[in-house]
């Protein structure tokens, strides 16, 4: 069994997605310096333009106030597809979360205010779902290019240009389909 504040710094085998018991991991107070590959996790490589690189970081394990803890420290740069132009978009990341590792929902209101949660099967949890868990919640819900980048500024041409030779969208032409439907309505009473 590993000794109390056991640590690994060597790149993470494939055990990295092997689910270990919570109790032996905080009671150890296991520490995991890791590098895993972005395409070795799989709820995030759908999100994913590439599945290129890796994420670096540390995940420690303890107990504060009776209550498991991972601190998770993340760092990557996985690429994204811009929704504007939808081209690959590099979005740099870097987190550092502490969370705690809750058997079921109703542990969640018992949490300290600042801790993150995560629901852990069996009491039993791996650091692949850790990690994968703090990069989705990392990553934008709508990844764009910069404001100022080539994309965006291709974008605001598009839209200038489009207002400027769009008639129905020219002042004074403005839409209104339901502009009849007072007058029907009135009608029918």
């Known amino acids: 069994m590993p000794r109390a504040g056991t640590y690994y710094t060597r790149p993470m085998p494939e055990d990295w997605s092997r689910r270990e018991s919570v109790e032996s991991l905080v009671a150890g107070e296991r520490r995991f310096d890791f590098t895993m590959p972005l395409a070795g996790l799989p709820r995030l490589v759908g999100a994913l333009a590439a599945p290129t690189g890796d994420v670096r970081g540390v995940v420690s394990f303890r107990r504060s106030l009776g209550t498991a803890i991972a601190d998770i420290e993340t760092a990557a740069a996985p690429v994204l597809t811009c929704q504007r132009c939808m081209q690959a978009l590099e979005w740099p990341v870097s987190s550092h979360s502490q969370v705690a590792l809750i058997a079921d929902s109703a542990a969640a209101d018992r949490v300290a205010e600042g801790l993150e949660t995560f629901l852990v099967e069996n009491d039993r949890v791996s650091v692949r ?29 598009r839209v200038d240009v489009g207002l400027q030779h769009d008639d129905d969208t020219a002042p004074g032409n403005v839409q209104t389909p339901f502009a009849q439907l007072g007058e029907l309505l009135k009608r029918d009473k």
Not at 144 to 152: D, I, Q, Y
């Open 129 to 157: 779902d850790l990690v994968e868990e703090e990069l989705l919640l990392a990553l934008p819900l709508v990844p764009k290019c910069a404001v100022g980048s080539a994309c965006g500024r291709l974008v605001a041409e």
